[in-house]
């Protein structure tokens, strides 16, 4: 009777399972059973949701969203994830699951380390991991390319170089993992318990707490430390600055007296965020685009006209943000294909809502700290009222996506909590793409299976089977 106490309106909820019966299952994924309940309430500003046996509200109105994101932030300051950093030192400090004050001061600190300035020293080395990523493509034994595989090894090489100062060697064999890719893989395994405690964690939160959830596991976090502590004292040693983000955390640990433990934390939080969410989006966009060749065309004459424009030399940093197509081609897949389904947020300050756009009804909602609310990031990407045949992907509405309403399109989160590595994605994965376009023409192999069903268990939108792609050289026909 919780919402219903409240004069919330929503649907009956069920002992244990609240609302998402389909997803604790297996039928459906969380997104899935969290749309149809926004749908049904066609007109509502809020429903009024039970996740498992946590109460959570719904937003379904845009002005919600920018009053919890942006105006009210400070009445929803926390993320709704919870991890000791007792019990995971390491995970612990990511400004993600961080809460207050201390959320506030690690973001202060790590702001400058996210700069147009920085990311333009980072620019070469990630442009060296791109003609890699060119190289272990065209070299490739198979016709048809593993797509999940090739846009981890790339996001892994960019991250271990440019977070932890080393290679990852991610493009040294078509056959075997390095041992860094092994260290990354068992970092966000699906499969194992940590994955399963993951899980856990975003269904039903209070019990990842009562378990104890570690999301870095002891081994990884020994593995990790020792390789930040080999890299430093090699740096030390031998006087030598990287032009990285490692060299950066080392400025600050010097500066803050930070121990081996946090400087790592602070590598895996570059690592945890800036590898597995950008090889989904890599793997969404490349996918689209193999789907729509038109736009494989439109993007590699982008990059002639550039390359035009600059003698031949290879696109710049500055050149990667006048790439139009390949910017639309990106915010559409990330719309078509959104990576997460929602954002929960925590209630730190009574709250008064009633909405005033009329094409909502009117009734208000008051929440309490303690209160949960969940921000609709996919069900308003796919909302035919905002997006007109929503899963078609059609970049040329993406043209103009810096003058889009960021309460209905955020697809790297608004205010003061939006992702603070939105550079550093955008710069590795336009480069990554630009590189592959401008060499292979992109097309969908016939062992993919379509309709692509995503994986019920996993906490981000990704596809349950192999998407295989086959790279045919530009220029070979
Ligand atoms: C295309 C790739 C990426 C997408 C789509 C993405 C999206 C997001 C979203 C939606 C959020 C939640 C924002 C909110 O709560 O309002 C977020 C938070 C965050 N992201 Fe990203 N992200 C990407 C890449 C990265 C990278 C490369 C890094 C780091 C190198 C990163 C670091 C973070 C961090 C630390 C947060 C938490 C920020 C905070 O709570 O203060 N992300 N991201």
């Known amino acids: 009777y919780y919402w219903e106490n409240r004069h919330v309106p929503g649907p009956k909820p069920w002992p244990f ?103 333009k020293q980072m620019y070469p080395t990630t442009f060296k991991v791109s003609e890699e990523l060119v190289r272990f493509v065209a070299n490739h034994p198979d016709n048809a390319i593993e797509i999940q595989d090739l846009t981890r090894r790339y996001t892994m090489e960019n991250v271990f170089r440019l977070a932890f100062g080393i290679e990852g060697k ?81 400025q600050i640990a010097k500066e803050k007296s930070l121990n081996i433990t946090e400087i790592a934390a602070h590598g ?35 990059i002639k006209r550039i390359e035009k424009e600059n003698q031949g030399n290879p696109i710049t940093y500055e050149e990667l943000s006048e790439m139009k197509w390949l910017d639309a081609c990106l915010y559409e897949s990330l719309r078509t294909r959104p990576f997460l389904d929602i954002l929960v947020k925590c209630c730190t300050q009574p709250f008064e809502y009633t909405p005033s756009n009329p094409k909502f009804k009117k009734m208000t909602v008051k929440l309490y700290p303690g209160d949960t609310v969940i921000l609709p990031y996919s ?12 899963d078609v992907f059609y970049p040329e509405r993406m043209m103009d996506n810096e003058n889009l309403n960021k309460s209905i399109f955020f697809p790297f989160g608004n205010g003061p909590r939006i992702c603070i590595g939105q550079r550093f994605g955008l710069m590795q994965l336009k480069i990554g793409a630009a590189q592959l376009i401008k060499n292979f023409d992109i097309s969908l192999s016939s062992k993919t299976k379509l309709p692509l069903k995503l994986n019920l ?13 086959e790279f045919k050289k530009v220029n070979e026909e």
Not at 271 to 288: C, K, P, Q, R, W
């Open 379 to 390: 069900m308003f990407m796919k909302d035919e009222s905002y997006f007109k045949n929503p």
């Open 457 to 469: 268990f996993h906490f981000l939108n990704v596809p349950q089977d192999k998407v295989l792609l």
């Open 17 to 119: 399972v609240g609302n998402i019966a389909e997803h604790i299952f297996g039928r459906k994924t969380l997104g899935q059973v969290l749309m149809k309940i926004y749908r049904k309430y066609d007109g509502y500003p809020f429903v009024g949701v039970f996740r498992a046996m946590t109460p959570c509200l719904l937003i379904r109105d845009p002005d919600f969203v920018n009053e919890i994101a942006v105006k009210n932030h400070k009445a929803f300051y926390n993320n709704d994830f919870f991890i000791d950093k007792k019990n995971d030192p390491i995970m612990g400090q990511n400004p993600f699951v961080l809460r207050d004050q201390e959320w506030k001061e690690t973001r202060q600190l790590i702001t400058p380390g996210f700069t147009s300035g920085k990311m």
């Open 170 to 250: 991610g493009f040294d064999s078509y056959v075997e993992r390095s041992e860094f890719m092994n260290i990354a893989i068992k970092l966000l395994e699906p499969g194992s318990l940590n994955g399963i405690l993951q899980q856990l964690n975003a269904v039903v939160p209070f019990l990842g707490r009562f378990l104890r959830v570690r999301l870095v596991s002891e081994e990884i976090e020994r593995k990790l430390t020792d390789i930040v502590s080999d890299v430093k004292k090699y740096r030390e040693l031998n006087q030598v600055k990287g032009n990285d983000y490692f060299e950066f955390i080392l």
């Open 268 to 302: 895996v939080m570059f690592f945890f965020d800036g590898y597995e969410s950008s090889a989904i989006v890599f793997t969404d966009l490349l996918f689209n685009l193999a789907m729509n060749p038109k736009y494989q065309r439109k993007i590699r004459d982008e």
